[in-house]
């Protein structure tokens, strides 16, 4: 029978405060019967379908057509077009093809990242089993609706938010959604707080989440969007991709650079008139100009530059699903990351052993050994592996690693009976048969004199484990190495707590001998003998502590957020050196208590967040955001995702993670490794700093270029160049030298350094004033190469022409390390490189030597002493950049360290 439900909001509703009596007064069911049909039908239109909505997604047409919307990629397409119209098309196809190359990689991206949401509605169930008039039947899980009653059994993907309102051993996987890193115990009973997290509400079921054990059933509270799991999807389609570092670099430099340029052209076009130049000779020569100070190479670099990178990665298993998180890895100032997979092995293991009180941790007594094997239900499988609850194949680990045989011993002791573990009772215990034989040559060390003295002819032994709360009430006697001794339980309960507070899951075990069969579970678990406390943890990952320490090396600070308890998160990254003995410990609780602005001045400080929701997570990193900070963020779970996406990087587990944290992903960790990032953060610096060495090479020889034809008019002497040679020198020189650069090794204190700044400008460090003085030392060679070559009777413009291209070759030797000696380094440490520079000099002699080239590029012959002075003042730029590297090795220049 389905009585009327209330009109209020079940939205705002603080369900697991209810008794499962109120929840359904409270739905207008009778959890006997559920929901009639005509009832169900009109909620459902009312609430429409449990299901997460597509949204309106974005054309694809509307996706690419986004792509040519930088500024950067506007002024190439203008210089495209500008190329054409002075007659060179092989620059106006050069341009145009890195143009639609960049285009195809973004389009690629923005196609990959729609496809999040598609994952999170795969999480869902697809049908469930309902109880509606009375009869149960099979219905599409779409078709739920609040109110409705849902039977679980293990298997089951909960198909809605439930208030559970039976409960037999039943328990669910929440980790994808809570972070919590073992399947949690269900109760029906109601909870006081109103605040608790999502984690600590264990008469809760969610939507996406999965029954490992046990049965049950629970009354419909929330469907669709309304859930927890619409929430996160709500969140996901709200937050925007923030741009990277580089993007942002980029944008501001393209930007500044195509307004200088302009003005930089205009002013030669002016003074070349005022010359007295033809103004069809220097409106041509100013476009030249233009387009070849114009780096259109630079898309082109940096996209290889990132693919190389990407493909390099892969090797250290990381996978690069957007290529500029390649490089937004190098400005990562902070990572926060989850702990359960990624810091740590995401399996439970013995970690501590307490009896009659001391601590046993390397040989806990036979007697509590024993019971770790007997009162479990895990079991090894034929490869060797034991499958089974986590905690249980821990324990069952425990025992056999010391010694343990559990075979031989269910044999001696075989299972008569069992009372199952339940969330009232908190506790489990098993019946055992004990053969005489057992019960005497059974007996190891620890064994009490009592047994001793009355051996039992054919008795049962009954194991206990449990909370230890639930255990140690029952226990009066306690096991010693001179027999039973009366039980202090407020001894071992303090134990049980300090063994807590380091972040252990504590479990008590105790035992009872009877000539008989109990009469019922009071008579088995009564007058019990306790063996001791077993603490379980989830341990750190062998190589997680060390990778910590590289990234603090590298001043990025690692921060923990995580949905498991705070005691866990504490011990947890107190052994992995992420937070001091005593630090602080921010829970969820704390951190919704904190207004903005009070957050915002101590989110630089809080190393661990414990109990965190979704919502929060996108908080921290918003707030690291507006401090300032490069915000990375790891994890695998759905509950992670928005976060993921939100983040400067989001960084998710490849093996363990979760469709939709992948998806939202920017980076993947094939191993599930925290190690892997201290991997992907060198390729990061190293890109970074190769892209930078680009443009340091690109702008100096564009700087030398400019130099030249703007000095000259005011020195008296003609324009150097004809537009054909400033645009051979832009292709031949700016190209393959170019690309070659990204091929160069990270440099030997590219970890032992900070982050770049996030607001630090592209020309920091001295690579403006660099830009700017090695471009007027090249001018000036040149200039004066024209000066005696006039005044000689040389081929003066061929000369030019010829020192300015080969000036720029020693500079793509020399840029290599902003402080290490090229001599050092090695020429051919870069053989890519290398290779390059002589066959951009072969392709320059070709142009002078080679008769038909001569016409084409108004080119003359050389003789050998002219071609003598070209290589000599030509090396002029790259003997001055190796001074300039002696200073700053000597802190005499550039003082500030990247």
Known sequence: MTRPAQASDTTETVWHTLTKEDAARRLGVTPADGLSADEAAGRLSRHGPNALPEGRARSAIRMLLDQFADFMIL?????????????????????????????????????????????LRKMAAHSARVRRGGAVAALPADRLVPGDIVLLEAGNVIPADLRLIEAARLKAAEAALTGESQPVDKTIAELADAALPLGDRRNMAYKGTLVTYGRGAGVVVATGLATELGRIARLLSDEEEVKTPLQKRLAAFGMRLAWAILAICAVVFVAGLLRGEPPVLMFLTAVSLAVAAIPEALPAVVTISLAMGAARMVGQNALIRRLPAVETLGSITFICSDKTGTLTQNRMRAEAFWVDGEDARVEPWPSLLRALALVNDAAPAADGTITGDPTEVALLEAAMARGVDRAALESQSPRHGEFPFDSERMRMATVHRLAQDTCRSGLARDEDAESRASPLQQGFLVCVKGAPEAVLERCAWRLTADGRAPFDAAQALAQAERMAAHGLRVLAFAERRLDALPADIAEAESGLTFLGLVGLMDPPRDEAARAVDECQAAGIVPVMITGDHPATARAIAERLGILDQGGRVVSGVELAALSDADFAAQVRDIRVYARVDPEQKIRIVKALQAAGEFAAMTGDGVNDAPALKRADIGVAMGKGGTDVAREAAHMVLLDDNFASIVHAVREGRRIFDNIRKFIKYVMTGNSGEIWTIFLAPFLGLPIPLLPIHILWINLVTDGLPGLALAAEPAGQDIMRRPPRKPSENIF???????????????????LLTQAWAIRSGAHWQTMVFTVLCLSQLGVALAVRSEQESTFSLGFWSNPMLMATVVFTLGLQLATIYLPALNPVFRTEPLDWDELAICLAASSVVFFAMEIEKWLVRRGLIYTTKP
């Open 75 to 119: 002024v190439l397409i203008a210089a495209a077009i500008v190329s054409g119209i002075v007659g060179e098309p092989a620059d106006t196809l050069a341009i145009v093809v890195i143009v639609l190359l960049n285009a195809s990689i973004g389009f690629a991206q923005e196609w990959r990242a729609q496809r999040a949401m598609a994952a």
């Open 764 to 782: 920091a460090h001295g690579m403006w004033q660099h830009i700017v003085w090695v471009g007027l030392t090249m001018g000036a060679v040149c």
